[in-house]
């Protein structure tokens, strides 16, 4: 998948409250786990890279249509906003800590991260459409940032909560033109960014609307993370009633599940990279097998 022009996106700050920390986690060893739960449990299911400027990153073994936040899973609403649900036995990790990187020849490559979140994501409201995109590198909620056009996965607003919610994801190569049209505004706490222009005509194979970028964001000390839509504006889209789910913590790694109102997930409290760095040289996380990076043409 070749990469697209940036998209410019509009930033809108609703809120910002205490979100909860991980509680009853259990980890084997100390209080706090450092990358090596990552590096251990990630290496039967992709490779890890050691890459420029980033460290060691990790590739899936999966298909090339795989897309973060889209494939093999669905969104849930759980007491600290919209979660991912991965059917990935690695989908605790990947989707909940860290960034997300595309580049040609390699595909999505994922950079640990220490900070915990239901989704590292942004969100966007296209007229009849939600749209999310997994933040890049070192992006956080609130940054003057473009995510890349081929990065947003659109979906009709009342299929958002959908189990099968990628069965109505819009192709990206053949049912989305993007049309910059950039206005910058800074309002005290609302800051519009840009206005995107979209083509909302499906049948022209394209989708048209000013993108919104919806933040209603979280914050834990310094770490933010977007909660998503509002649950009633996606009940009203939807025409249902939406049931949250309270994350609960599996005791180690596992595939995350719901069931009776429960998101049983693994979320170990990570120590921070400086932290990490600071152990002493035979303690420092490393995988176990490592490929060193090579500029693909």
Same mark, same amino acid.
């Given at each position: 998948?070749?990469?697209?022009?940036?998209?410019?996106?509009?930033?809108?700050?609703?809120? #910002?409250?205490?979100?909860?920390?991980?509680?009853?986690?259990?980890?084997?060893?100390?209080?706090?786990?450092?990358? #090596?739960?990552?590096?251990? %449990?990630?290496?039967?299911?992709?490779?890890?890279?050691?890459?420029?400027?980033?460290?060691?990153?990790?590739?899936? $073994?999966?298909?090339?249509? /795989? #897309?973060?936040?889209?494939?093999?899973?669905?969104?849930?609403?759980?007491?600290?906003?919209?979660? @991912?649900?991965?059917?990935?036995? @690695?989908?605790?990790?990947? /989707?909940?800590?860290?960034?997300?990187?595309?580049?040609?020849?390699?595909?999505?490559?994922?950079?640990?991260?220490?900070? @915990?979140?239901?989704?590292?994501?942004?969100?966007?409201?296209?007229?009849?459409?939600?749209?999310?995109?997994?933040?890049?590198?070192?992006?956080?909620?609130?940054?003057?940032?473009?995510?890349?056009?081929?990065? @947003?996965? /659109?979906?009709?607003?009342?299929?958002?909560?959908?189990?099968?919610?990628?069965?109505?994801?819009?192709?990206?190569?053949?049912?989305?033109?993007?049309?910059?049209?950039? $206005?910058?505004?800074?309002?005290?706490?609302?800051?519009?960014?840009?206005?995107?222009?979209?083509?909302?005509?499906?049948?022209?194979? $394209?989708?048209?609307?000013? $993108?919104?970028?919806?933040?209603?964001?979280?914050?834990?000390?310094?770490?933010?993370?977007?909660?998503?839509?509002?649950?009633?504006?996606?009940?009203?889209?939807?025409?249902?009633?939406?049931?949250?789910?309270?994350?609960? %913590?599996?005791?180690?790694?596992?595939?995350?599940?719901?069931?009776?109102?429960?998101?049983?997930?693994?979320?170990?409290?990570?120590?921070?990279?400086?932290? #990490?760095?600071?152990?002493?040289?035979?303690?420092?996380?490393?995988?176990?097998?490592? %490929?060193?990076?090579?500029?693909?043409?």
């Amino acid at each position: 998948m070749a990469c697209s022009a940036p998209m410019q996106t509009t930033v809108t700050v609703r809120e #910002q409250v205490p979100a909860p920390p991980p509680t009853n986690v259990v980890v084997a060893g100390p209080t706090e786990a450092t990358y #090596q739960v990552f590096y251990d %449990e990630l290496a039967p299911y992709g490779r890890w890279i050691n890459y420029p400027d980033y460290g060691y990153v990790w590739i899936p $073994t999966v298909g090339g249509s /795989f #897309q973060p936040y889209s494939t093999n899973g669905h969104w849930v609403y759980s007491n600290s906003g919209w979660a @991912w649900v991965s059917n990935y036995q @690695w989908g605790w990790a990947v /989707f909940h800590y860290g960034r997300w990187l595309f580049e040609d020849g390699y595909g999505w490559l994922w950079i640990p991260g220490h900070e @915990w979140a239901p989704a590292w994501v942004t969100w966007g409201n296209s007229g009849g459409y939600y749209g999310w995109a997994p933040l890049g590198p070192r992006i956080n909620i609130g940054d003057n940032w473009n995510p890349p056009v081929h990065s @947003w996965t /659109f979906v009709p607003r009342e299929h958002m909560n959908k189990p099968n919610v990628e069965s109505y994801v819009i192709d990206r190569n053949t049912n989305v033109t993007i049309v910059k049209n950039i $206005t910058i505004i800074n309002n005290h706490n609302t800051t519009i960014v840009n206005n995107n222009v979209i083509n909302n005509n499906i049948t022209n194979n $394209t989708i048209r609307n000013n $993108t919104t970028v919806i933040n209603n964001n979280q914050q834990v000390n310094k770490p933010v993370y977007n909660m998503g839509p509002h649950v009633n504006e996606v009940e009203k889209a939807s025409n249902t009633h939406i049931e949250q789910v309270n994350i609960t %913590e599996h005791a180690k790694p596992a595939t995350s599940t719901v069931s009776n109102n429960n998101l049983y997930m693994y979320r170990p409290t990570i120590m921070h990279e400086a932290k #990490q760095q600071q152990l002493p040289s035979n303690n420092k996380p490393l995988p176990k097998n490592v %490929e060193q990076y090579k500029k693909r043409q």
